[in-house]
């Protein structure tokens, strides 16, 4: 396969500059468990983006911070509101039902946004002893089809939830990307509008390893501090991945990255719609390019470049562009869909 993978942000490099962090923090010895000058300089960092009422709590991976973070606001009886095709409900192998006991409540989505609305049916559940209570409503951001949600959409997501004793979550694996294609900073789109808990996400834009929880209401920070250990998410070598952190979100590094990742993105849509038999089917917000393409094609375009099915009943494809795509990249893929389709 020529260039790089399609299939993943995943599937990108470390970005070199968090490699020369790994390397900085490697010198000497540090006190474990995250009392090592590196998390105290990720806390500043944190406090800096997201206010001083804002707590982060380091763990291993994107579903451990999912996990994690709302358990500390769930028991067995109460569900998550969340959309049809959330990482939550589909890709994380049933590890909120199996570790916190709480119920998933998907909602159907066109663009894998939840329109506030959808949340107003599941409060008739409440108080009924039959039924779970709903707690957590759980928004992706940019959600797993490569749309955004507006700031408005979320804020007034918020005031439900925060009218009917909920909480709201949000799943940022891609939150820089959302950030920038929205023109805002990351704490503009997320405490600001009223969000209580946040998975922060760092593999998919540069980072090795190491994923952030960050909270906004003390009663779940208590929480988290016990909870991350029983959990298995605390790191005794935290200082690793706290440099990391420091030095994505420390700079301008993340919101760099993440420019790049969707502007190649939009380079690559608007090319592919150039080209008769292909259909973009969402739109393109940030780094992620859902198309269309000829079943007859596809799978010669696949021995080509390597990317994932989205759809495969639909014949639709992701195409996931990362930090470390190129130019070069982009007109190879095109160069494949434009020989297999002639």
């Not at 029983?230 to 991945?241: C, D, N, T, V």
């Not at 993440?258 to 849509?269: K, P």
């Not at 009943?313 to 996931?320: K, N």
Request: aromatic share 8%.
């Amino acid at each position: 396969m020529s260039g790089r993978f399609f299939a993943s942000d995943n599937s990108a490099t470390v970005h070199p500059a968090i490699m020369e962090a790994l390397n900085e923090a490697n010198r000497g010895h540090a006190i474990a468990y995250g009392e090592d000058e590196w998390t105290l300089a990720a806390n500043r960092v944190f406090k800096d983006l997201f206010g001083r009422r804002a707590e982060v709590f380091f763990v291993y991976n994107g579903t451990g911070a999912n996990v994690i973070g709302m358990q500390a606001a769930l028991t067995s009886y109460h569900g998550v509101i969340c959309s049809d095709v959330s990482h939550i409900n589909c890709d994380e192998c049933g590890a909120t039902e199996n570790y916190i006991g709480s119920k998933l409540l998907p909602v159907t989505t066109s663009d894998g946004c939840i329109a506030p609305d959808q949340i107003l049916p599941f409060l008739s559940a409440r108080g009924n002893v039959h039924h779970s209570q709903p707690k957590i409503v759980s928004l992706t951001q940019a959600t797993e089809v490569g749309t955004v949600y507006d700031s408005d959409r979320v804020r007034e997501i918020a005031r439900i939830c925060h009218k009917n004793d909920m909480y709201l979550h949000m799943d940022g694996a891609r939150i820089s990307n959302a950030a920038v294609s929205l023109g805002l900073d990351l704490g503009e789109i997320t405490g600001r509008l009223g969000v209580d808990m946040l998975s922060l996400g760092g593999t998919k834009n540069g980072v090795m390893f190491g994923e952030a929880i960050v909270v906004w209401r003390p009663e779940l920070a208590e929480k988290l501090t016990y909870i991350r250990k029983q959990g298995m998410q605390l790191a005794s070598k935290m200082r690793f991945i706290s440099a990391q952190f420091a030095t994505l979100f420390g700079t301008d590094l993340w919101r760099e990255n993440a420019l790049h990742a969707n502007e190649l993105a939009r380079e690559l849509a608007a090319r592919l719609r150039s080209i008769p038999a292909v259909e973009i089917v969402y739109p393109v917000e940030a780094n992620g390019v859902f198309a269309r393409l000829p079943r007859p094609a596809l799978s010669r375009i696949q021995e080509e470049i390597f990317f994932y099915e989205w759809d495969a009943e639909a014949d639709i494809v992701r195409l996931m562009l990362s930090f470390d795509s190129t130019m070069e990249d982009v007109e190879a893929l095109v160069a494949a869909v434009r020989k297999h389709l002639s």
